[in-house]
């Protein structure tokens, strides 16, 4: 690999236009949805109406004589996927993620696909569905996290045994793990603290609320070639789960990545792909299934509720002697809970000597619950920062020098293992301290919040082709699906390396069967490790030039450099050449060798850790409870920025995200289990006038595990709104709130009590 | 969505006939805003749609402060919030309009709908109830007229009658130093549904004494409420503090909400006061510079 090192970068760091940008605002972009294949039929899920039941019969025969319906599938159509995990699944139990795309013997929660049919029309479809006879026979449910980890709640499942527990238990149980992660002796150090703040939490499921639903069309070929054009996070992901799913080869099957209106954890998993090929396989004809939003909410993969308990305890100058989190995180119907992660992220920002998380997932009779943006760790966070912000105030110090006073930094043990290498939380931290936003007084009912977040990232498997056409403009390929602009920004990394105009660069997203594998777009990894693979791909080019202008100038290939798009001789010892260019050396490929073809498969470790710090100020209505949220700003360590904009995009939208998180957005259920909101009418995501300008601050401090000093910069943004909003909202009514959303209700009750 | 007959007519009469002898459910289409979403999800399955936006009376404003506005019932929330004279005169009124959805749904948006689709959480409603609007219904024995609170009397039902709807709002003549408003609660900014309206008109006299008083109230009750004691806590003060928070004990007193997933029966009921005094001083404000 390279140095970069000191090196002025020429392309990366600029704010060039999106590769994809054009359009997607002239709407020329296809999404998921927009797929029409000749003779290609509509897909229609039927869903529970129950929160539990037993399926006693489904009986789709007056379906089935509906003219224009051309297939009918119900659990039965699937393959048996036996139970539990099979060897080599990484965990993945694929009996669970079966019956959740098609429910078997039991529904688990209001909109558990039950059937689905292929017709020639949507209303036929429709029709179709109403005229599915299903049986049920309802059971108990359960929809709250604490109530289902009791020992007499409804049971989901009777193949769960709580892992994690000693003696491993013999009854089976909705706790599907408990884990444990500790440094020192939490319990005897709080001996030593001058102040202990203790503190319970609950915070509701939230929706991603990507704009595109789920959307996905499947077509066979007669010689059993099968074709799916979808949007997800993944599509080898999509024909990996496929292929397990529907016990296919994993070459039969080609996925095509459409563009992706959003994403933000919600499509790294399968929810309606194998429903579509099983629908056209049985019709013989193409099939598109697209989720209404309706069905996005009830049956995709929100991110969880929660149940905490944080415990912390500080000496009298601020400095924090032991920390315990008791993270109760439920699972929707099967396990899937991000509960580790959480457990790893919550007290990222702070460097303990004595602390401990303990981690349990329950599932309950709610839709799968998946990632979302850093996952998991956006509510644990919420819990340590409010209870740091409490400790703040108890010893009547600036929030932002206990922060400052015990901030993570290089060299600081991690609960879930590693010792930090260079970061930039303390970075991040004086950005905001030293912000003119601290100098502007707050007037009546308003309060100033701060809260910190870490986010550990991932690397992983990318590939990357970088081809070069006989005029010296290069086609850069990943498979790595684009949710925020990575088009753009490996692009700006290959003519970096290349030495070429950005405008010469065309990056596209190959399909299964175009490109080597990529894992999914998640973890904010994809800058990273699929930039990482582009830049070795582009390295590989400049060393194959190199190798060509060598044979042509007779000469070792060492005595061959490249600066600026260009061979050069590196030497006097190399002759008197003219420099060659990109293009010059393309043109004459045919007689050095063939074709100029770079490519890089590789396992990226290395990911550096992400660490933001936010602040912001609210406005409380006192009489109402309604927040506004007037002024925002975010500091976050980017590493290297590749491309600004996007950097900011990101920070942007991850606090975006986060105040409708801490505000307004919930899944409300009835005593019945059924969602009572499953639409963006009571789905309060915020709209452009509910947020002021969030100023964004990118820092660099380089992660020595990548060429050009890139650290993921996706996900951090979303973890410490909640905190920050929570404390402001705290600190502009005098009462702490513990409950998340902060609604107006809630907030002019609490405010109520407190008089 | 299932299958139904359309039909545009161009007069009131045409209109008249075709839902008086529609078989099954007939549903009239102003806007659509509402009834679009409704046919999306099957929550209404009509077998005849009747558009009345082909229909010019529907279509108009006309009269003016002085003589009193008629709106037809579907004129678009844009054009309304456009019409100088009726923003003039009765600015509550429309602000209630243009409270409802986007600026897209503001093209398509229109009073007679928002008051037919009867939910009592309707942004429009309240403000037309303070301001003493009469709304006029055609139907198979001819012309109505009808206070608009008597319209809704209960969430998505209305007092019209088979082959009955609303052609147009009349608003009664502006007296001088009136002033009206509409504020709602809502979580958002925009985009959203009231957890509580209120809608106030008043006219004051020459020293500033409120002369009268109309109060609305929104999302508190099956229908909106019209509150009497409310109005009487104005009638006859300066709108001062004291007459301020009289009104606001008889709009929270007249309070019969609900619990649920927007709001709860006690911050209905307690921010339901709150707004109605907001409301007033702004409607005061208003009638004090519009001499």
Same mark, same amino acid.
């Given at each position: 690999?390279?140095?970069?090192?000191?090196?002025?970068?020429? !392309?990366?760091?600029?704010?060039?236009?999106?590769?994809?940008?054009?359009?997607?605002?002239?709407?020329?972009?296809?999404?998921?949805?927009?797929?029409?294949?000749?003779?290609?039929?509509?897909?229609?899920?039927?869903?529970?109406?129950?929160?539990?039941?037993?399926?006693?019969?489904?009986?789709?025969?007056?379906?089935?004589?509906?003219?224009?319906?051309?297939?009918?599938?119900?659990?039965?159509?699937?393959?048996?996927?036996?139970?539990?995990?099979?060897?080599?699944?990484?965990?993945?139990?694929?009996?669970?993620?079966?019956?959740?795309?098609?429910?078997?013997?039991?529904?688990?929660?209001?909109?558990?696909?039950?059937?689905?049919?292929?017709?020639?029309?949507?209303?036929?479809?429709?029709?179709?569905?109403?005229?599915?006879?299903?049986?049920?026979?309802?059971?108990?449910?359960?929809?709250?996290?604490?109530?289902?980890?009791?020992?007499?709640?409804?049971?989901?499942?009777?193949?769960?045994?709580?892992?994690?527990?000693?003696?491993?238990?013999?009854?089976?149980?909705?706790?599907?793990?408990?884990?444990?992660?500790?440094?020192?002796?939490?319990?005897?150090?709080?001996?030593?603290?001058?102040?202990?703040?203790?503190?319970?939490?609950?915070?509701?499921?939230?929706?991603?609320?990507?704009?595109?639903?789920?959307?996905?069309?499947?077509?066979?070929?007669?010689?059993?070639?099968?074709?799916? !054009?979808?949007?997800?996070?993944?599509?080898?992901?999509?024909?990996?789960?496929?292929?397990?799913?529907?016990?296919?080869?994993?070459?039969?099957?080609?996925?095509?990545?459409?563009?992706?209106?959003?994403?933000?954890?919600?499509?790294?998993?399968?929810?309606?792909?194998?429903?579509?090929?099983?629908?056209?396989?049985?019709?013989?004809?193409?099939?598109?299934?697209?989720?209404?939003?309706?069905?996005?909410?009830?049956?995709?993969?929100?991110?969880?509720?929660?149940?905490?308990?944080?415990?912390?305890?500080?000496?009298?100058?601020?400095?924090?002697?032991?920390?315990?989190?008791?993270?109760?995180?439920?699972?929707?119907?099967?396990?899937?809970?991000?509960?580790?992660?959480?457990?790893?992220?919550?007290?990222?920002?702070?460097?303990?000597?004595?602390?401990?998380?303990?981690?349990?997932?329950?599932?309950?009779?709610?839709?799968?619950?998946?990632?979302?943006?850093?996952?998991?760790?956006?509510?644990?966070?919420?819990?340590?920062?409010?209870?740091?912000?409490?400790?703040?105030?108890?010893?009547?110090?600036?929030?932002?020098?206990?922060?400052?006073?015990?901030?993570?930094?290089?060299?600081?043990?991690?609960?879930?293992?590693?010792?930090?290498?260079?970061?930039?939380?303390?970075?991040?931290?004086?950005?905001?301290?030293?912000?003119?936003?601290?100098?502007?007084?707050?007037?009546?009912?308003?309060?100033?919040?701060?809260?910190?977040?870490?986010?550990?990232?991932?690397?992983?498997?990318?590939?990357?082709?970088?081809?070069?056409?006989?005029?010296?403009?290069?086609?850069?390929?990943?498979?790595?699906?684009?949710?925020?602009?990575?088009?753009?920004?490996?692009?700006?990394?290959?003519?970096?390396?290349?030495?070429?105009?950005?405008?010469?660069?065309?990056?596209?997203?190959?399909?299964?069967?175009?490109?080597?594998?990529?894992?999914?777009?998640?973890?904010?990894?994809?800058?990273?490790?699929?930039?990482?693979?582009?830049?070795?791909?582009?390295?590989?080019?400049?060393?194959?030039?190199?190798?060509?202008?060598?044979?042509?100038?007779?000469?070792?290939?060492?005595?061959?450099?490249?600066?600026?798009?260009?061979?050069?001789?590196?030497?006097?010892?190399?002759?008197?050449?003219?420099?060659?260019?990109?293009?010059?050396?393309?043109?004459?490929?045919?007689?050095?060798?063939?074709?100029?073809?770079?490519?890089?498969?590789?396992?990226?470790?290395?990911?550096?850790?992400?660490?933001?710090?936010?602040?912001?100020?609210?406005?409380?209505?006192?009489?109402?409870?309604?927040?506004?949220?007037?002024?925002?700003?975010?500091?976050?360590?980017?590493?290297?920025?590749?491309?600004?904009?996007?950097?900011?995009?990101?920070?942007?939208?991850?606090?975006?995200?986060?105040?409708?998180?801490?505000?307004?957005?919930?899944?409300?259920?009835?005593?019945?289990?059924?969602?009572?909101?499953?639409?963006?009418?009571?789905?309060?995501?915020?709209?452009?006038?509910?947020?002021?300008?969030?100023?964004?601050?990118?820092?660099?401090?380089?992660?020595?595990?990548?060429?050009?000093?890139?650290?993921?910069?996706?996900?951090?943004?979303?973890?410490?709104?909640?905190?920050?909003?929570?404390?402001?909202?705290?600190?502009?009514?005098?009462?702490?709130?513990?409950?998340?959303?902060?609604?107006?209700?809630?907030?002019?009750?609490?405010?109520?009590?407190?008089? | 969505?299932?299958?139904?007959?359309?039909?545009?007519?161009?007069?009131?009469?045409?209109?008249?006939?075709?839902?008086?002898?529609?078989?099954?459910?007939?549903?009239?289409?102003?806007g659509?805003t509402?009834?679009?979403?409704?046919?999306?999800?099957?929550?209404?399955?009509?077998?005849?749609?009747?558009?009345?936006?082909?229909?010019?009376?529907?279509r108009?404003i006309?009269?003016?402060?002085?003589?009193?506005?008629?709106i037809g019932?579907a004129v678009s929330g844009s054009e309304i919030g456009e019409h100088a004279?009726l923003v003039?005169?009765?600015?509550?009124?429309v602000e209630?309009m243009e409270l409802i959805g986007s600026t897209q749904i503001q093209g398509r948006a229109t009073p007679?709908g928002n008051?037919?689709?009867?939910?009592?959480?309707?942004?429009c409603?309240?403000?037309?109830?303070?301001?003493?609007?009469?709304?006029?219904?055609?139907?198979?024995?001819?012309?109505?007229?009808?206070?608009?609170?008597?319209?809704?009397?209960?969430?998505?039902?209305?007092?019209?009658?088979?082959?009955?709807?609303?052609?147009?709002?009349?608003?009664?003549?502006?007296?001088?130093?009136?002033?009206?408003?509409?504020?709602?609660?809502?979580?958002?900014?925009?985009?959203?549904?009231?957890?509580?309206?209120?809608?106030?008109?008043?006219?004051?006299?020459?020293?500033?004494?409120?002369?009268?008083?109309?109060?609305?109230?929104?999302?508190?009750?099956?229908?909106?409420?019209?509150?009497?004691?409310?109005?009487?806590?104005?009638?006859?003060?300066?709108?001062?503090?004291?007459?301020?928070?009289?009104?606001?004990?008889?709009?929270?007193?007249?309070?019969?909400?609900?619990?649920?997933?927007?709001?709860?029966?006690?911050?209905?009921?307690?921010?339901?006061?709150?707004?109605?005094?907001?409301?007033?001083?702004?409607?005061?404000?208003?009638?004090?510079?519009?001499?």
């Amino acid at each position: 690999m390279a140095g970069y090192e000191g090196k002025t970068f020429k !392309w990366v760091g600029t704010r060039p236009i999106r590769p994809d940008g054009v359009d997607k605002v002239t709407g020329r972009a296809n999404y998921g949805a927009d797929m029409n294949l000749p003779g290609q039929l509509t897909g229609r899920i039927l869903r529970s109406p129950h929160a539990h039941a037993k399926i006693v019969s489904i009986d789709t025969s007056k379906a089935e004589k509906l003219t224009g319906v051309k297939a009918v599938i119900t659990g039965k159509d699937f393959p048996d996927m036996h139970n539990g995990v099979m060897p080599g699944d990484e965990g993945v139990n694929f009996h669970h993620l079966s019956s959740n795309i098609m429910a078997k013997h039991k529904v688990l929660y209001d909109g558990h696909a039950v059937a689905a049919v292929a017709a020639t029309s949507a209303a036929i479809a429709e029709e179709a569905l109403s005229l599915i006879d299903v049986k049920y026979e309802i059971l108990p449910h359960v929809i709250d996290v604490d109530l289902s980890m009791q020992p007499d709640a409804p049971l989901l499942h009777d193949d769960i045994f709580t892992s994690g527990v000693n003696p491993k238990p013999e009854k089976p149980s909705n706790v599907v793990q408990r884990i444990q992660m500790q440094l020192g002796d939490p319990d005897a150090a709080f001996k030593d603290a001058d102040v202990i703040v203790e503190r319970s939490f609950k915070t509701k499921a939230v929706h991603q609320g990507y704009i595109e639903p789920h959307a996905a069309v499947a077509e066979w070929s007669e010689d059993g070639q099968c074709r799916i !054009w979808c949007s997800s996070q993944g599509h080898f992901m999509i024909r990996t789960l496929t292929a397990r799913l529907l016990k296919m080869e994993a070459a039969q099957i080609r996925v095509m990545p459409a563009e992706i209106g959003g994403g933000f954890g919600g499509k790294t998993i399968i929810f309606i792909e194998p429903t579509a090929v099983l629908l056209a396989r049985k019709a013989k004809r193409p099939v598109r299934v697209v989720m209404s939003r309706d069905e996005v909410f009830r049956g995709s993969g929100p991110a969880p509720a929660t149940s905490i308990d944080v415990k912390i305890g500080a000496k009298k100058d601020g400095t924090l002697v032991a920390a315990t989190g008791e993270f109760r995180y439920q699972a929707g119907a099967f396990p899937g809970s991000p509960v580790g992660p959480a457990c790893m992220a919550a007290f990222g920002p702070y460097a303990l000597t004595h602390v401990r998380a303990t981690g349990y997932e329950a599932v309950t009779n709610r839709p799968l619950c998946y990632s979302y943006r850093a996952p998991g760790a956006p509510l644990s966070s919420f819990a340590v920062e409010s209870v740091l912000d409490e400790i703040a105030q108890k010893l009547d110090m600036d929030p932002m020098e206990i922060r400052i006073k015990n901030g993570s930094k290089e060299g600081t043990q991690m609960v879930y293992g590693p010792k930090l290498k260079a970061v930039g939380n303390l970075e991040c931290l004086k950005a905001i301290q030293s912000h003119p936003i601290n100098k502007i007084p707050l007037g009546p009912n308003q309060g100033r919040g701060l809260a910190a977040g870490f986010w550990f990232n991932l690397g992983g498997q990318s590939s990357a082709v970088v081809n070069i056409a006989e005029d010296g403009t290069a086609t850069i390929m990943t498979g790595s699906p684009d949710i925020g602009g990575s088009r753009a920004s490996m692009a700006l990394m290959a003519a970096e390396v290349l030495g070429i105009d950005y405008s010469k660069v065309r990056p596209i997203v190959g399909d299964t069967s175009a490109v080597g594998f990529c894992e999914i777009t998640h973890g904010s990894r994809v800058t990273f490790a699929t930039g990482m693979a582009i830049i070795q791909a582009s390295e590989d080019i400049v060393l194959q030039c190199r190798q060509r202008v060598a044979k042509m100038w007779e000469v070792d290939v060492d005595a061959v450099k490249w600066e600026d798009g260009h061979a050069l001789p590196a030497g006097a010892n190399a002759g008197d050449q003219k420099p060659l260019s990109l293009a010059q050396i393309a043109g004459k490929a045919a007689r050095t060798g063939g074709p100029l073809v770079g490519s890089a498969a590789i396992n990226a470790g290395g990911a550096g850790p992400a660490f933001g710090v936010h602040i912001c100020d609210v406005e409380v209505d006192p009489e109402t409870g309604h927040v506004t949220v007037l002024r925002y700003v975010a500091a976050q360590d980017a590493g290297k920025a590749i491309h600004p904009s996007y950097v900011e995009g990101q920070i942007q939208g991850g606090v975006a995200q986060g105040v409708g998180w801490a505000l307004n957005e919930e899944y409300i259920y009835g005593e019945d289990g059924r969602l009572q909101n499953s639409g963006f009418l009571d789905y309060r995501i915020p709209v452009a006038s509910d947020l002021p300008m969030i100023d964004a601050i990118i820092l660099e401090v380089p992660n020595p595990g990548h060429p050009f000093g890139v650290r993921g910069v996706g996900e951090v943004p979303i973890v410490p709104p909640l905190g920050a909003i929570a404390n402001a909202v705290a600190r502009a009514t005098g009462v702490r709130m513990t409950d998340l959303p902060l609604t107006p209700p809630k907030i002019l009750a609490a405010i109520d009590a407190a008089k | 969505m299932s299958g139904f007959q359309y039909e545009a007519p161009v007069s009131v009469d045409e209109a008249v006939g075709l839902l008086a002898g529609a078989k099954g459910l007939a549903k009239v289409l102003a806007g659509g805003t509402d009834l679009l979403v409704q046919l999306r999800t099957g929550a209404v399955q009509p077998d005849m749609v009747v558009d009345v936006k082909r229909i010019d009376e529907l279509r108009q404003i006309s009269g003016n402060a002085a003589s009193g506005f008629v709106i037809g019932a579907a004129v678009s929330g844009s054009e309304i919030g456009e019409h100088a004279a009726l923003v003039k005169a009765w600015p509550g009124v429309v602000e209630g309009m243009e409270l409802i959805g986007s600026t897209q749904i503001q093209g398509r948006a229109t009073p007679g709908g928002n008051l037919c689709n009867a939910s009592p959480a309707g942004d429009c409603t309240p403000g037309l109830v303070a301001a003493g609007a009469i709304c006029v219904v055609a139907g198979p024995k001819g012309r109505r007229e009808i206070p608009v609170e008597q319209v809704p009397v209960g969430p998505g039902k209305t007092s019209l009658a088979k082959g009955e709807f609303v052609v147009a709002l009349k608003l009664p003549p502006r007296a001088k130093n009136s002033g009206d408003a509409y504020l709602r609660m809502i979580p958002r900014t925009e985009m959203d549904i009231a957890i509580v309206g209120a809608g106030v008109d008043l006219t004051l006299d020459a020293s500033g004494t409120c002369t009268h008083a109309r109060v609305a109230l929104g999302a508190v009750a099956p229908t909106v409420l019209l509150v009497d004691a409310a109005a009487k806590a104005l009638i006859g003060s300066k709108i001062d503090d004291a007459a301020l928070a009289k009104l606001a004990a008889a709009a929270s007193a007249a309070c019969k909400p609900i619990s649920d997933k927007r709001g709860t029966i006690e911050y209905r009921t307690k921010v339901a006061g709150v707004l109605a005094r907001r409301a007033a001083v702004i409607a005061r404000d208003r009638a004090r510079s519009n001499g």
